[in-house]
């Protein structure tokens, strides 16, 4: 089992920036995908960007050169740095875990952006 708790979220002005963290525990594979996810009132969860345990990653159009996904594997953390904060960023913030068809959510954590 793999338990990743969210931190960092909060409240920020347009144009602000937040740094959510995401820590992993219990049985982690070497090899897998970490995520971040989001999820607005009234809609569907959407990916914002992961990254692979080698470094690759892949972001969502809307968040392309304003946000930044990094990992840490030694110590089982992923990030995601966010700059040019927009209203529309506004969301519950989901870390998300995943191998092979196994994946894993943390609770989520709120980000309000006020314009």
């Known amino acids: 089992q793999v338990q990743l708790v969210e931190s960092g979220g909060g409240l920020v002005q347009a144009g602000g920036s937040l740094r959510l963290s995401c820590a992993a525990s219990?049985?982690?594979?070497?090899?897998?995908?970490m995520g971040w996810y989001r999820q607005a009132p009234g809609k569907q969860r959407e990916l914002v960007a992961d990254?692979?345990?080698?470094?690759?990653?892949n972001y969502a159009d809307s968040v392309k050169g304003r946000f930044t996904i990094s990992r840490d594997n030694a110590i089982n953390m992923v990030y995601l740095q966010m700059n040019s904060l927009k209203h529309e960023d506004t969301a519950v913030y989901y870390c998300?875990?995943?191998?092979?068809?196994?994946?894993?959510w943390g609770q989520g954590t709120q980000v309000t952006v006020s314009s």
């Open positions: 990254i692979t345990s080698g470094g690759s990653t």
């Open positions: 998300k875990y995943s191998i092979a068809d196994y994946y894993v």
């Open positions: 219990g049985s982690i594979f070497k090899i897998n995908t």
